[in-house]
């Protein structure tokens, strides 16, 4: 029975090895030269101005759930879409009320503000 496994071990072996060599390699091969300008913040292009734990805009988080609506409406839509021709009157239902809860969320956005932007 544990022979059964042994090829996989041989690969997860193989793998971590080969990894291994490569952050082994990489750390030779790296420039050493430290540079103060190297080591600043680089996400936003500046120093942080405040402290990590304050609140964010409200806008943010609409933005994020209208991504998550047209992200969900397109992730299920095409599927959808490819086998039509081939569905029920239920799977048309189904779908009717999915994309109306979407429109529910969409009109939330759309009354909060979230498609302006100052």
Known sequence: MLENYLPILVFIAIGL???AFLEFVGYLAAPRKENHDKNLP???GFDAFEDARHKFDIRF???AILFIIFDLEVAFL???AVV???LDMFA???MGVFLGLLVVGFIY???KGALEWE
Do not use: N, R
Request: glycine share 14%.
């Open 17 to 19: 090895g080969f990894g």
């Open 42 to 44: 680089f996400e936003c």
């Open 61 to 63: 988080y609409l933005v």
């Open 78 to 80: 095409f599927p959808w």
């Open 84 to 86: 039509f021709q081939e």
């Open 92 to 94: 048309v239902g189904a």
């Open 109 to 111: 956005e759309w009354k």
